[in-house]
């Protein structure tokens, strides 16, 4: 099996980016413009792309999520990264203008175009540039996915320890007396016990409280009874 050599590797990435270019021919009264679309980013092109879908994607103080900013953000992640075209900003010139650059994008009809080369273009520089940019847009999916489950677990976290503080401050005085070490210890049972072991402990002692409270109950219909 002969092999791919360094300069054979160099000589097919060189030919692969003189590849045919993609263009979208925009039309206005007498000019026409030409946005130019790269067929592939770098590594670290990638990650920025990816870094500014997140920046769209969540609130910066509160980190809700905000899926229609989401959306807009992954195409103006393709214009900023993948094409000749200037990104408009607000007066700081630094803040991007969101209202005029989903205007810019619903005018050239992106969103659709995109689509259309992903379903319609199979086999073609289009075709390859639809797939390469929905690939990009799960990417940042999935670490939007990642982010979002980070948040879920740290809110189920701090409610937990949130009613655990309420529960030590309404016992504080029947609490006084337990050992740390000891609760200690039962917390780390807890995190090593088996997980389908535990919803069992969990739901036996549900049926052994439940089967207290009815022998209860028949034993004080009997004490009315006599």
């Known amino acids: 099996m002969s092999k791919i050599s360094v300069s054979n590797v160099n000589q097919i990435i060189k030919n ?26 770098t590594l670290n092109e990638e990650e920025s792309f990816v870094n500014r ?4 994607s969540f609130e910066q103080t509160t980190g809700e999520y905000l899926p229609e900013y989401n959306q807009l953000g992954k195409y103006i ?41 992903f379903i319609d273009f199979g086999g073609t520089s289009e075709g390859r540039l639809g797939e390469y940019i929905y690939s990009l847009f799960n990417m940042a ?16 976290m701090d409610s937990f320890f949130d009613e655990l503080t309420n529960i030590v401050g309404q016992y504080s005085d029947k609490l006084k007396d337990i050992n740390i070490k000891d609760v200690t210890d039962v917390f780390n049972k807890v995190k090593n016990m088996d997980e389908s072991k535990f919803v069992t402990a969990i ?24």
Request: hydrophobic letters at 30%; charged letters at 40%; one cysteine or more.
């Open 16 to 41: 692969s980016k003189q590849a045919d270019k993609v263009t979208i021919t925009i039309p206005v009264k007498d000019k026409t413009y030409n946005i130019e679309f790269k067929n592939r980013l």
């Open 141 to 156: 999916d999935n670490k939007v996915d990642f982010i979002k489950e980070k948040q879920f677990h740290k809110s189920s």
């Open 53 to 56: 879908v997140l920046g769209f």
């Open 203 to 226: 739901v036996d002692k549900a049926k052994e409280d439940k089967k207290e409270s009815k022998d209860n109950i028949t034993k004080l219909n009997e004490v009315k009874t006599k």
């Open 77 to 117: 992640a393709v214009l900023q990264y993948m094409t000749n075209v200037e990104i408009p900003t607000l007066e700081d010139k630094s803040t991007i203008d969101c209202e005029k650059a989903k205007e810019f994008i619903d005018t050239i009809g992106l969103k659709e175009k995109i689509h259309e080369w």
